[in-house]
């Protein structure tokens, strides 16, 4: 299991998903908005990003890879309804391994949050 995962989250609400994920050793880091993910996520190492749909703003493929630029490869998803996801599945912009769908279930969240980082981990570590 992993402890002290660290997840910035852009978005609002979800409270209970939140405390779920605390109380599994992770530390839930709300951020206003993408840049300050980015800004965030440059001072850092070690985490994952969870942003919402909406927050991405006009131009979700460009934030979305500004904020992967500065993630340098720790997992970052992007949380949306499965409407918005029936809208831009064809796009290509959201690799299906990269969005989370409403309803947030907390336990769905976590393994994919704890596959991810261990993959980020196993990387970090066999490049040093």
């Not at 405390?19 to 980015?38: F, H, M, N, Q, T």
């Not at 460009?62 to 831009?88: I, N, Q, Y």
């Not at 969240?109 to 990387?123: I, M, Q, V």
Request: glycine share 8%.
């Amino acid at each position: 299991m992993i402890q002290s995962l660290e997840i910035l989250y852009v978005g609002s609400g979800h409270e209970e998903a939140a405390r779920d994920l605390e109380g599994r050793g992770a530390r839930i880091l709300p951020v206003r908005s993408v840049y300050d993910a980015i800004v965030r996520l440059k001072r850092t190492t070690m985490g994952a990003t969870v942003v919402e749909l909406p927050r991405l703003g006009a131009s979700p493929k460009e934030a979305l890879e500004e904020l992967r630029t500065a993630a340098e490869g720790r997992p970052v998803f992007v949380f949306m309804s499965p409407e918005d996801w029936d809208k831009v599945r064809g796009e290509g912009v959201f690799p299906q391994e990269d969005v989370l769908l409403h309803p947030l279930y907390p336990e769905e969240l976590w393994r994919r949050l704890e596959r991810n980082a261990l993959d980020h981990a196993r990387h970090e570590f066999a490049d040093r």
